[in-house]
């Protein structure tokens, strides 16, 4: 189907056939098996540059326990995604649709909240630590995000963000 249409089809796809539709319409890049994150760590996930969507279309990262629950979180933050306030490496607001470059999501345990620099890229982890998953979503990806020309957001380890020292890149 076409981007824009058969939004009654679509929906039923959606909520009885996960991840039924077509490439065009929704890609989900995925990591195989889990996540882990130590106490005291956290996660930096770096992408290279905004997702390249069709007018419309929208992009998400969902954070969940390791059964599969939303984590939860004070902020009662669940996914951070192109809709959220974050910022760009140098702090530029990702809506400043002037600038592309690198940004980071920060994984990061609940009950360790990193500072104020850090707050709008993220996204909370388990508290304490441990297992857990995230889900990236692509919806209306254009083909530059599935033919290698964009570079997939690469994952590293790091100690827990909980100063200003470390929280500058």
């Known amino acids: 189907g076409l ?4 939004y009654s089809a ?3 796809i959606a909520k009885r ?4 539709l077509t490439k065009d319409q929704a890609v989900y890049p995925s990591l195989a098996g889990t996540l882990f994150i130590e106490p005291n760590a956290a996660i930096l996930i770096r992408f290279s540059r905004r997702p390249v969507l069709v007018k419309g279309g929208f ?3 969902t954070a969940y326990t390791a059964d599969q629950y939303l984590v939860p979180n004070e902020m009662q933050r669940y996914c951070l995604g192109d809709r959220d306030n974050m910022t760009f490496a140098d ?3 990702l809506s400043d649709k002037t600038k592309d470059g690198h940004f980071y999501i920060l994984l ?3 009950d360790i909240p990193p500072p104020a620099i850090w707050r709008s890229n993220w996204l909370p982890a388990p508290a304490g630590g441990g297992k857990m998953s995230v889900t990236l979503r692509w919806y209306g990806a254009t083909e530059e995000m599935m033919n290698g020309a964009y570079e997939y957001p690469k994952i590293e380890h790091v100690k827990a963000v909980i100063d200003d020292c470390q929280a500058k890149l």
């Open 3 to 6: 981007f824009y249409s058969n």
């Open 10 to 12: 679509r929906y039923y």
């Open 17 to 20: 056939g996960y991840l039924g």
């Open 59 to 61: 992009w998400s990262l």
């Open 91 to 93: 702090q530029t607001p």
């Open 108 to 110: 990061q345990a609940a």
